[in-house]
């Protein structure tokens, strides 16, 4: 190896040496703590860490309350809902005896803008669970009932608007006397109602009358004609219970005593045949 190599060589060797020795900038920046660029925007939401690691936003918790209607006949179970709802309740979990009790609760939680899940156990018993509506939908609710509100008996008088007609069906038969022609009456008289130029807003259903909307009624027809005409037809829940009914219950709408009393109330007129 010549002088001149041995020169080269050791002038590369230093100039790496110096290169990999002189010290670089560091390339991490220190923050302190409550210096500006680490305090949060005064607008920042308030995060709870998920397993993930990732943000998000917290909630406040609405405890359920736990309600037991079991032991209330109609309308118990319905009144007991609205005093809760009115009182301010959020979320409840509704135990109701049976599957009536399920429908007159899960219909009046509705119209008042309340959200229902229903829960079967098995027992022929129901759970629900009925949360709140928001301010919209309670609005909304609120909006519908007062639109089907009845009008005022002075107010129909001055505007000439009609107030709902209601007919009440108590039995199987139309009068007092022979029943095969009491029967034969009272076909007669629910067959008209569909053909009269005012028909009646309601026909309702109770005690022994239920029997003409279940299985077997030889008025099924004529009361499926009054449904497509635009008449309303209930029958009472309790009764339809009362005389084992419920499987066999085939037209019209179950309801509940505080529903039938406040269409009786509501009424211009209530017929009887």
Same mark, same amino acid.
């Given at each position: ?111 008042? !803008? &309340?959200?229902?899940?229903?829960? =079967?156990?098995?027992? +022929?018993?129901?759970? %629900?669970?009925?949360?709140?509506? @928001?301010? /919209? ?33 108590? !039995? &199987?038969?139309?009068?007092?006397? =022979?029943?095969?022609? +009491?029967?034969?009456? %009272?076909?007669?008289?629910?067959? @008209?109602? /569909? ?79």
């Amino acid at each position: 190896m010549s002088r001149y190599t041995v020169k080269v060589w050791v002038f590369c060797w230093v100039s790496v040496w110096s290169r990999l020795s002189t010290p670089r900038p560091s390339m991490t920046t220190s923050c302190r703590v409550g210096s500006p660029s680490m305090i949060p925007p005064t607008n920042s939401v308030r995060r709870d860490a998920s397993s993930t690691g990732v943000g998000i936003e917290s909630q406040p918790e609405v405890s359920v309350r736990e309600i037991d209607v079991r032991s209330l006949a109609c309308p118990g179970p319905v009144l007991r809902l609205r005093e809760l709802l009115d009182a301010g309740e959020r979320q409840l979990r509704f135990h109701v005896a049976d599957q009536l009790s399920r429908s007159n609760v899960t219909r009046f939680a509705a119209s008042r !803008g &309340a959200e229902v899940v229903v829960d =079967d156990p098995g027992d +022929g018993s129901f759970v %629900l669970t009925i949360t709140a509506g @928001t301010a /919209a939908a309670r609005a909304q609710a609120d909006k519908a009932a007062l639109l089907a509100c009845d009008v005022p008996a002075d107010t129909a008088a001055a505007t000439g608007a009609r107030r709902p007609q209601v007919v009440q069906v108590t !039995g &199987a038969t139309m009068g007092a006397g =022979d029943d095969e022609l +009491g029967a034969l009456l %009272l076909r007669s008289f629910l067959k @008209t109602q /569909a053909q009269l130029e005012r028909r009646p807003d309601t026909i309702v259903f109770y005690n022994r009358g239920v029997f003409l909307c279940c299985e077997g009624s030889p008025l099924l027809d004529d009361l499926r004609a009054l449904e497509e005409a635009g008449v309303e037809i209930i029958a009472c829940g309790t009764c339809l219970n009362f005389f084992e009914l419920v499987d066999r219950f085939a037209v019209g709408r179950v309801t509940d005593m505080l529903e039938i009393a406040g269409r009786l109330a509501g009424a211009g007129s209530i017929v009887r045949p």
